[in-house]
């Protein structure tokens, strides 16, 4: 593959994930209101819907990754991630009983979980080393635009319809036409072959590092990111702790299109930035910011800072995000980006689901700011062990 098809490749992938985003974003602002306030459902029962679907979507990336790597195959499996939540959105309009939303939400989770690993492999090995965190930086970008957009478009939803009993229904329908045009653009990927490595050292560290196994440092990070994780429930919890303190249906939109937009802004500068100075130093950067997002979440008593949460909470997504896929393409042999991908996944997923049950069993028990309080300690514990890894451990970053 010529470099410039290989750079297509990355805007591709971008633009998958920016219609994807799209998708996402117009129902899932909505999705913990529509399930607590007309659905019924108490905050530990959206804890666990949303951790099985966390929880899906990431375990089940181990798969998608093996056959990628084995088959050599990444349109099929990104198509038919694609197509499956398309149907489990449109149908959650038609079932409303516990049982019905939350399979609906697992089969859209699934289609979310099998269509990742191949795309990072396709931006993995579609991009240099030396500028890999700006390649993840714009993929990562192109999806948060799609973040803005659907949060706006969610807005203008919201004022139309306002008023209407079927106002739930008309935008969960709505959302699933973004899925359509994803399902035209997966035909202008090129696949990669087996062993696509995209600069010459790269290709001679593989061929005599390659073994099969996945090194030692790749599942001491891992350990480290489940850490991080157990705190970082659902951002569903964001979204009803904003309604909590005083942020109305019609404005939760716009914060989420801030908090993208900051997201979408900052993601290829430091995603270059991480090619210049490290991984782990920017993924640091990230997982502090997180932390006072959290704490800031605990204590905030009223609407007007949960605007700078949201906006700041960008920042912990751009330096996190992206960043840590790249970690982990650097580290693993090409031809295993595949399964590193999806243990990554199905690692994080394993961790998803309790910890969005314990972020409701803390928040109904105890009160709204305690699953923060949690979240932010967690962090901070993460990042004491990501120094102690990059202390121990040597590679290229």
């Not at 309009?93 to 939303?101: K, L, Y």
């Not at 001679?204 to 996945?214: A, E, F, M, P, R």
């Not at 949201?310 to 982990?328: I, N, P």
């Not at 105890?366 to 004491?384: D, E, H, K, N, T």
């Amino acid at each position: 593959m010529k470099n410039e098809a290989k750079n297509r490749n990355v805007w591709y992938v971008g633009w998958l994930s920016f219609f994807g985003g799209i998708s996402q974003d117009i129902f899932s602002p909505i999705l913990p209101i529509y399930l607590t306030s007309i659905l019924g459902f108490d905050k530990t029962v959206v804890g666990i819907a949303e951790g099985i679907v966390g929880a899906s979507a990431q375990i089940l990336k181990i798969a998608s990754g093996y056959l990628s790597d084995k088959f050599s195959k990444q349109k099929p499996i990104i198509f038919l991630g694609y197509f499956l939540s398309m149907i489990g959105r449109i149908l959650l309009v038609f079932f409303t009983s516990i049982g019905w939303v939350v399979g609906l939400r697992l089969l859209d989770g699934t289609g979310k979980g099998i269509k990742d690993p191949p795309k990072d492999v396709l931006v993995a090995g579609s991009s240099a080393k030396e500028t890999r965190g700006k390649s993840f930086g714009i993929a990562r970008m192109l999806d948060t635009l799609g973040s803005v957009a659907g949060p706006l478009i969610l807005f203008v939803l919201l004022w139309i319809f306002q008023g209407s009993a079927s106002l739930y229904h008309k935008i969960l329908l709505f959302s699933a036409v973004p899925l359509i045009i994803t399902l035209l653009l997966v035909f202008k990927l090129r696949e990669l072959p087996l062993v696509v490595i995209a600069s010459r050292s790269e290709a001679i560290q593989s061929k005599y590092n390659d073994t099969g196994k996945l090194p030692k440092n790749f599942y001491i990070f891992i350990f480290i990111i489940m850490i991080f994780t157990l705190g970082n429930s659902s951002d569903a919890f964001l979204i009803l702790r904003a309604k909590n303190l005083g942020i109305t249906l019609l404005q939760i939109p716009l914060v989420i299109a801030l908090f993208n937009l900051i997201y979408a802004l900052a993601a290829v500068p430091f995603g270059s930035l991480s090619d210049k100075i490290g991984r782990i130093p920017t993924l640091l950067i990230g997982w502090l910011a997180f932390a006072l997002v959290y704490l800031g979440f605990a204590f905030a008593s009223g609407p007007i800072l949960i605007w700078f949460l949201y906006a700041f909470y960008g920042v912990y997504y751009a330096t996190s995000e992206g960043v840590s896929r790249a970690l982990l393409a650097d580290i693993v042999p090409a031809s295993r980006r595949g399964k590193a991908f999806g243990i990554y996944g199905m690692a994080v997923g394993l961790t998803i689901l309790p910890a969005s049950f314990l972020a409701g069993f803390l928040w109904d028990k105890f009160g709204a700011p305690v699953p923060f309080y949690f979240g932010a300690v967690m962090s901070l514990i993460a990042c004491f062990g990501l120094l102690l890894f990059a202390k121990k451990q040597r590679f290229a970053s």
